[in-house]
């Protein structure tokens, strides 16, 4: 059984950044995919960024520039880096775990088995 825990959301302004954490346990990070996806009121649950197996990253074009995807194998936990937050990077973010190969899954919600419990970012203007 994986489980996946993330932490670190919270308030801030606009411009400000916030460093969100996924630490996963039944599973080493660096033969599985973590992917980080964003959820706000009214709105599906979108991708965000992702770190596979091989230690390639993917990114949302929303997030690309601001974002940054990283892993430490030490205290496998995948962290999500976010600068430059803005009122529309407003959501619900969760982690989750996968283990498929086919980009597109990587890119999407259904390629992931296992979800965290989610940890709320609100940016304010």
């Known amino acids: 059984q994986v489980q996946l825990v993330e932490s670190g959301g919270g308030l801030v302004q606009a411009g400000d950044s916030l460093r969100l954490s996924c630490a996963v346990s039944g599973r080493a990070v660096t033969s599985y995919n973590v992917g980080w996806f964003r959820q706000a009121p009214g709105k599906e649950r979108e991708f965000v960024a992702a770190?596979?197996?091989?230690?390639?990253?993917y990114y949302a074009d929303s997030v690309k520039g601001r974002f940054t995807i990283s892993r430490d194998s030490a205290k496998n936990t995948v962290y999500l880096q976010m600068n430059n937050l803005k009122p529309g990077d407003t959501a619900v973010y969760y982690c989750?775990?996968?283990?498929?190969?086919?980009?597109?899954?990587?890119?999407?919600?259904?390629?992931?088995?296992?979800w965290g419990q989610g940890t709320q970012v609100t940016v304010s203007s």
């Open positions: 989750a775990g996968g283990d498929v190969r086919a980009t597109s899954l990587v890119l999407h919600s259904s390629g992931y088995r296992y």
């Open positions: 770190i596979i197996w091989s230690g390639t990253t």
